[in-house]
Every structure is written in structure tokens, then in C-alpha cells.
């Protein structure tokens, strides 16, 4: 995946990479996007978003989000399931939905016929926004959040290629 411009204009989209890691570190350092991620430590650990700022090599791609050369989150479709995080410095501004719908096309164009998201019930904004992009809850489950250090009621989502406009 080469850098792209979201069709607004305002979003650069590239491959995550270890020149990364730093700001990816001040990311997953605020509670407040942490707690709202599956498999991220709490406290942040260093090694752990180190391990995590490489360019994906599996099924799919994630993405580093910039804003104005920085980054501002990422983006991910990975074997199929869609994933996303923000600073909050940036929630509410719309660019959660803006860059998980260019994933989501992204993923669509490459030959992805249904794609899943999965986010906790407490998150209320990723609900509101996997609604936007035409997902369909599927499941309630309880599952471990790395993070919060207990199960966590989560809520599983689908969308078909098909019902994506």
C-alpha cells in the first residue's frame, strides 16, 4: 500500500512502520483510547507498541492516519476485521469515520466480501460509527479486556460488500 489522500483531502494513509512507534506510543498512552482496545496492556508498555509499529504482514493492512505529517491514529482491515484508534485530541471531528470508510473501500476493492468489527458496549462512539459505514450487529458477547484486567460485555458487527455505499 502506497500513501494516499482520503477523498476530502484532509487524511494521509501509509504503512504503520517503526519510525512510528514513539507517537504510537503517546496514542495507546491515554486511558481513554486504551480501554476501548481488545488486545493493548495497560499500563502502555513500550515494547508492546514496538512490537505493534511494523508494517502488517498478514491478510490485510494497517494503516497509519496523519494529519498535517503527524499521526493522528490508525486504521486497520486485518483478516477481515475492521479496527481503528484516535487520539482524543481528535474524536468528534470525524475522522474515525472518514478513515474507516476508506479502509473499509479499500478492503472492498482488494476482494473483501463481508468484513467484522467488534467493539465493547460501553463504546458508544464506535457504535454510532460502525452504524454510518452500514454494519449490522450480530452478537453480544462477554469477553477479557487486556486493558480493563476483566470481562467486558462486547458487541460483533458485519457488513457485507454489498450493502457498503
Known amino acids: 500500500m502506497t500513501d494516499a489522500s482520503s477523498p476530502r483531502g484532509r487524511l494521509v494513509y501509509r504503512r504503520l512502520g517503526p519510525a ?25 508498555d513500550p515494547g508492546f507498541t514496538a512490537s505493534r509499529a511494523v508494517p502488517y504482514g498478514g491478510d490485510g493492512f494497517v494503516w497509519a492516519v496523519c494529519l498535517e505529517g503527524a499521526l493522528i491514529g490508525t486504521v486497520s482491515v486485518t483478516a477481515g476485521e475492521l479496527g481503528y484508534m484516535f487520539a482524543p485530541g481528535h474524536h468528534g471531528r470525524g475522522y474515525g469515520t472518514e478513515a474507516a470508510r476508506a479502509a473499509v473501500s479499500r478492503a472492498i476493492s482488494d476482494g473483501v466480501r463481508e468484513l467484522r468489527a467488534a467493539v465493547w458496549a460501553d463504546n458508544v462512539a464506535s457504535r454510532r460509527l460502525l452504524a454510518r459505514l452500514g454494519f449490522t450487529e450480530t452478537a453480544r458477547t462477554r469477553e477479557m479486556s487486556k486493558a480493563r484486567g476483566e470481562m467486558t460485555d462486547s458487541i460483533s458487527f458485519r457488513l457485507r460488500a454489498a450493502d457498503f455505499g
Open 20 to 44: 512510528d512507534a514513539e507517537a504510537l506510543h503517546r496514542l495507546v498512552s491515554h486511558w481513554e483510547v486504551t480501554r476501548q482496545l481488545g488486545s493493548w496492556p495497560w499500563p502502555p
